[in-house]
């Protein structure tokens, strides 16, 4: 049975940082893709980046390249997303995901229904 729990979210004024955690428990090894998605209420959820720990390679939407930063540590089972330069259109509930196949992550974007396992989520708030 996979857990994961998201923690860091808050309020920051715009150009302001936060870093969010995924601590996962369970099947939750480096073998799986892991990623965070985001959500506005009336909206579906849209991924934001990706990471497969077994090598480190990574992937971002184009609305956060260069302000986001995915990692994990691995002997920790966490994964991070710092966030940089926020905007308020960054306001949104974040939730990390693992996917239920080993392997590499899908290419592009990622996409919530590629994923198996979600988080509670954090709300992250961003205000101008």
């Known amino acids: 049975q996979v857990r994961l729990v998201e923690s860091g979210g808050g309020s920051v004024q715009a150009g302001g940082a936060l870093r969010l955690s995924c601590a996962g428990s369970g099947n939750t090894d480096s073998a799986y893709c892991m990623g965070w998605f985001r959500q506005i209420p009336g909206k579906q959820r849209e991924g934001v980046a990706a990471?497969?720990?077994?090598?480190?390679?990574?992937y971002y939407d184009d609305s956060v390249k260069g302000r986001f930063t995915i990692s994990q540590d691995n002997a920790k089972n966490t994964v991070y997303l710092q966030m940089d330069s926020l905007k308020p259109e960054d306001t949104a509930m974040y939730y990390c995901?693992?996917?239920?196949?080993?392997?590499?992550?899908?290419?592009?974007?990622?996409?919530?229904?590629?994923?198996?396992?979600w988080g509670q989520g954090t709300q992250v708030t961003v205000s101008s």
């Open positions: 995901a693992i996917r239920g196949f080993v392997g590499r992550c899908p290419p592009g974007k990622p996409q919530p229904s590629a994923y198996g396992s």
């Open positions: 990471i497969y720990p077994g090598d480190g390679s990574t």
